[in-house]
């Protein structure tokens, strides 16, 4: 047996050993050796394995594998610019703390700056995004090799898996050749690994983040046990399971309300909000509604109008276990490693719990009337509330970046309740949405999970689109794909720079339309569309592709960004109307 093949083989077995069950492959020469072992693990059914052809793809893939799973799917390429590509899906899973292990294939060193074909600076070319980096010794027969090749994955796996801060690490692997195998089954030492299948070195380190009652944080913090009694609770984008029934008991407890982002996955808590950002972009409304206190739960920061009030509120406890904690208004008095508990004793102010409710429900009604004033047309905001009421019970909802998770965040914040709510939050690109859908999907159904739908912008799905192409032998997860298709960037339309004052650039260096047909492209790619154009259309639509299975595109062609921007507008002007008449 040759060395390349020897540990390859090694290192896939330890790679199982230590419980990682999907793999993703970008077909390369160099990394012949990982991909002929992943191939035979497949035929022996003991790894799931997916190939795509595009590495920035099978990067995202593995991220969405791993946000559900939380165990790290291994993404394998060849060397050269194909590592390189990896560096978008590293830069998510670090800034998300999604466990994920790049295997990157390399020349040995003796062909690394003699302008070799393919080769590049490639062991540190993840910098500080990675966890932990490793540049692996060429293999050679020798005795040692498989206890050197066995512990150095098990400690990639523990890196990748920590308890405080889980990541992405990246492992560089320098394969000599022959790269394929052999007829010669022999080698130098046994290459079997630890007894009864336990993995090389078995990580048993625990930490435990201990919930304290909040008086006796802010006694340790001000030498007082008093809690204001005017508080409020934000939650971010977050993966703590149980963080959500911590601040449900404690803002119940307390006459809190709760505004929560859509991967906060807060809507179940009883006094959360339906349309808290678009009460504090009320100057009025913000003004009378400065907190005492305010808790912050993972990372926070989708809306600029909740920023505002964390960073006007008298007292700001930040809940996050990450050693890099989110504080972006950089006012937090305290971080706590969990959600803290109801103190023993507290005053509460049921007027100022009732204020915001009320305020809610006015907003709502405004809302419906600004929404539904037009004809049966489409905007973002419509999709946006359609969509995700077709969520199922124990489903899915992705939510891309930009206007999509905002739209999701302001006019559907409640509507899912019985499923989960995710998205690429850590760095909020609008790359990789596709594949970490794709990635999601196949692993909430495969672990008895129910239909995923996702929901992202025209610009969010073209530039992913890659990521629907799989190979026909692979299994398909039940993934419906809304594309909000206003033809641009539209975001961009709400903020400073779409002022009328920078109109002769704007659709130049901002809106950027493509006039392209999202359809055709979807069915060029192998993936026929749905295509609506009004509300009712698009709720037929989606249940449509709900009930054929696999994975639809569904295209919403909304209104003109321009109309949309306006409709915005008008929403928050009606809101404001209500608040005023309150």
């Not at 062909?111 to 540190?124: E, F, P």
Request: with cysteine; aromatic share 4%.
């Amino acid at each position: 047996m040759n060395p390349s093949t020897a540990q390859a083989t090694v290192m896939v077995d330890e790679f199982l050993r230590c419980g990682l069950t999907d793999a993703v492959l970008s077909p390369g020469s160099r990394s012949t050796p990982l991909a002929m072992a992943l191939a035979a693990a497949e035929s022996r059914g003991e790894l799931t394995l997916h190939v795509r052809l595009d590495e920035r793809t099978a990067g995202y893939l593995a991220v969405g594998l791993a946000k559900v799973t939380g165990v790290p799917a291994i993404v394998v390429t060849t060397s050269g610019t194909a590592a390189v590509n990896l560096h978008p899906a590293i830069v998510e899973a670090d800034q998300s703390c999604v466990p994920l292990i790049a295997v990157t294939a390399d020349r040995p060193p003796e062909l690394r700056g003699v302008g070799a074909n393919q080769t590049i600076r490639q062991a540190a070319v993840f910098g500080g995004d990675v966890r932990l980096a490793v540049d692996m010794a060429t293999a050679t027969e020798r005795e040692g090799g498989v206890r050197y090749w066995r512990s150095t994955v098990a400690r990639v796996v523990a890196a990748a898996t920590d308890a405080v801060r889980p990541g992405p690490v990246h492992l560089n692997v320098p394969f000599a050749e022959p790269l394929a195998p052999d007829d010669d089954d022999q080698w130098i030492e046994s290459l079997d690994g630890r007894s009864e299948g336990r993995p090389w070195t078995a990580d048993s380190r625990l930490v435990a983040g201990m919930s304290t009652p909040l008086d006796d944080v802010l006694d340790a913090l001000l030498d007082s046990t008093h809690v204001p009694a005017r508080g409020i609770v934000v939650i971010g984008d977050h993966d703590d399971t149980e963080a959500v029934e911590l601040v449900d008991e404690l803002s119940d407890a307390l006459g809190w309300p709760v505004i929560a982002e859509p991967s906060g996955n807060g809507a179940g808590c009883s006094t959360a909000l339906s349309h808290g950002p678009l009460l504090l972009a009320d100057g009025a409304f913000a003004d009378a509604h400065v907190p005492q206190i305010v808790v912050t739960v993972g990372r926070v920061g989708l809306n600029r109008s909740v920023l505002r009030m964390i960073g006007r509120a008298g007292l700001h406890v930040a809940v996050d276990a990450n050693p890099e904690w989110s504080d972006p208004t950089r006012t937090a008095d305290v971080v706590v490693a969990s959600v803290p508990l109801p103190p023993a004793e507290a005053e509460t102010d049921e007027a100022w719990l009732e204020s915001w409710q009320r305020a809610d429900v006015l907003a709502a009604a405004a809302v419906e009337t600004a929404l539904f004033s037009q004809d049966d047309g489409l905007t973002g905001m419509h999709v946006a509330r359609i969509t995700a009421g077709a969520v199922p019970d124990g489903g899915l909802l992705f939510v891309g970046a930009s206007w999509s998770v905002r739209h999701v965040g302001s006019f559907a914040a409640n509507t899912v309740q019985d499923a989960v709510i995710m998205g690429n939050r850590g760095t909020s690109g609008i790359d990789g949405c596709v594949s970490t859908a794709w990635g999601a999907a196949h692993a909430l159904q495969r672990n008895g999970g129910s239909g995923v739908l996702a929901l992202m912008g025209d610009q969010t799905f073209v530039y992913d689109s890659n990521g629907l192409l799989a190979p026909p032998e692979e299994e398909r997860p039940d993934l419906v794909i809304v594309v909000s298709d206003n033809d641009g960037g539209g975001i961009f339309s709400s903020l400073e720079q779409g002022a009328p004052q920078h109109a002769a650039t704007f659709e130049r260096v901002f809106g950027v339309p493509l006039s392209l047909d999202v359809a055709a492209l979807s069915a060029a790619l192998g993936m026929p569309a749905l295509v609506a154009s009004t509300s009712t259309e698009l709720i037929s639509a989606i249940d449509e592709a709900v009930g054929t299975g696999g994975v639809r595109i569904v295209v919403a062609r909304t209104a003109s960004r321009a109309q949309e921007a306006a409709t915005l507008v008008n929403v928050q002007r009606a809101v404001g109307e209500a608040l005023g008449s309150a």
